[in-house]
């Protein structure tokens, strides 16, 4: 049998946004149709919304690589948006492995992420950092 934690441990990095209780709570041993159907959608939800959060990030990221790439804030955005896509790649993958359509709204969020980096590097290195802050403030706070 295996744990949806141990396919998050084993698939994406601890310092993703997974959310934890879910990973300790479901199994991934019986997802076939059925009364296990509750907890097939729940993973596909888990998956889905994360896949969303990491896609947004990177996003933001590039948003805000567009306007400070020449800044001393640069290599430090730099790392964060590797972060990031690193994270994006390993949900990519579970999305696939798991048979997980993402969300529909993936247009939409690729913009407002770029658009939110943007926008906020717009104001400067200080106020790039800021959103940052309050993003990973937010996303912390809901998991």
């Known amino acids: 049998m295996l744990a949806v934690r141990s396919v998050c441990l084993q698939h994406v990095p601890t310092s993703?946004?997974?959310?934890?209780?879910?990973?300790?709570?479901l199994s991934l041993s019986s997802l076939s149709?059925?009364?296990?159907?509750?907890?097939?959608?729940?993973?596909?939800?888990?998956?889905?919304v994360d896949h969303a959060g990491e896609m947004g990030a990177s996003y933001i990221y590039q948003g805000q690589m567009a306007i400070?790439?020449?800044?001393?804030?640069?290599p430090l955005i730099q790392e964060m948006w590797d972060h990031e896509r690193a994270h994006l790649k390993k949900f990519e993958e579970l999305l696939v492995t798991y048979q997980v359509r993402p969300t529909v709204l993936i247009p939409v969020w690729r913009l407002a992420g770029f658009t939110l980096g943007a926008g906020c590097a717009l104001l400067g290195?200080?106020?790039?950092?800021?959103?940052t802050v309050a993003v990973e403030a937010l996303v912390t706070k809901h998991y």
Not at 125 to 131: D, L, N, R
């Open 68 to 74: 400070l790439k020449n800044s001393k804030s640069a």
């Open 16 to 25: 993703s946004r997974v959310s934890l209780l879910s990973c300790q709570t």
């Open 33 to 48: 149709p059925g009364p296990d159907q509750a907890r097939r959608r729940i993973v596909e939800k888990i998956i889905r």
């Open 125 to 131: 290195e200080k106020g790039a950092m800021a959103c």
